[in-house]
């Protein structure tokens, strides 16, 4: 897959870009038996807080999984998968790492957003747009169950950020709401943000659980290499003379494996 020249463009110049059926159906049905393992086997920790930043909630909930590669065959072969690759390339170049993956997922009725941030708030590179985050729509992301929301052209600012009150490990900020865009996704859309890109979750009003897994894609000149990369936490070069298909980082060739890993999932699935 390609990004169309449209949607490059919409990346470079107003900092994010959304692509429909970026996955196929058969794609989503993996992810999401994968999304449900996650809760059966009790993985996920819900960060959201009563208002002090440090006491967990009770009666709300943002449950995040970080990292994923660690938990998930499936997910640890899907950023190495081509049409991933080649997105990313088109829209940062290359090369680059994943820099991250996890998953946020919004129960039904009780699930919170993820307040308004600049992921460079955290990372501080020098050119936000050579870092992208991609936001996969596990299921259906509307606006009735909290679906991202970018600020259009937020990376030519930066905006002051301080702890989430509502989070135990958020950082948040004030965004001019006239400019913001919610971003409603069929399972299997993703959007992608630069590291400038302002961007939020709201609350999921709905009667059935929401799930989004980013993966965060970062250009190889901007990686401290100190800092940012160290290959035991699995942040592999994925594209570029120093990719290894992820033998390097993970002790296994994990490139290629994504369709034998679907088969896998859904096979295990029927079951
Ligand atoms: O899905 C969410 O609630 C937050 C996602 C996010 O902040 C990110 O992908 O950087």
């Known amino acids: 897959m390609s990004l169309s020249k449209e949607q490059i463009s919409h990346f470079k110049?107003?900092?994010y870009t959304s692509v429909p059926n970026f996955f196929t159906a058969r794609e989503v049905q993996a992810l999401?038996?994968?999304?449900?393992?996650?809760?059966?086997?009790?993985?996920?920790?819900?960060?959201?807080?009563?208002g002090d930043g440090e006491t967990h909630s009770k009666t709300k909930a943002n449950?995040?999984?970080?990292?994923l590669y660690d938990k998930s065959d499936l997910i640890r072969a899907l950023p190495f998968d081509g049409k991933v690759t080649n997105?990313?390339?088109?829209?940062?170049?290359?090369?680059?790492?994943?820099?991250l993956d996890q998953m946020f997922?919004?129960?039904?009725?009780?699930?919170?957003?993820?307040?308004?941030?600049?992921?460079?708030a955290y990372f501080k590179i020098s050119d936000p747009l050579k870092g992208t985050a991609m936001w996969v729509a596990v299921h259906d992301a509307t606006i009735a169950n909290g679906t991202i929301h970018v600020v259009h052209d937020s990376f030519k600012e930066e905006y002051l950020h301080d702890r989430d009150p509502n989070?135990?490990?958020?950082?948040?900020?004030q965004v001019p709401e006239e400019r913001a865009v919610p971003i409603e996704l069929k399972a299997g859309g993703v959007v992608f943000f630069c590291y400038g890109t302002a961007h939020s979750t709201k609350a999921n009003t709905t009667d059935r659980d929401r799930a989004g897994i980013a993966f965060h894609f970062l250009h190889g000149n901007c990686v401290d290499r100190a800092n940012l990369v160290d290959k035991k936490r699995g942040q592999p070069f994925l594209l570029g003379p120093e990719t290894t298909g992820g033998e390097?980082?993970?002790?296994?060739?994990?490139?290629g494996?994504?369709?034998?890993?679907?088969?896998?999932?859904?096979?295990?699935?029927?079951?």
């Open 13 to 15: 110049n107003h900092g």
């Open 32 to 50: 999401q038996a994968e999304v449900e393992r996650f809760k059966r086997e009790g993985l996920v920790r819900n960060v959201a807080t009563d």
């Open 63 to 67: 449950l995040q999984l970080i990292p």
């Open 87 to 99: 997105a990313t390339a088109q829209l940062i170049g290359e090369p680059f790492v994943l820099h």
């Open 105 to 120: 997922l919004k129960p039904a009725g009780h699930g919170i957003g993820t307040d308004w941030h600049q992921d460079n």
């Open 167 to 173: 989070s135990d490990h958020h950082i948040h900020c």
């Open 248 to 255: 390097a980082e993970y002790g296994v060739r994990v490139a």
């Open 257 to 271: 494996t994504w369709e034998q890993e679907i088969e896998r999932v859904l096979q295990e699935t029927s079951n």
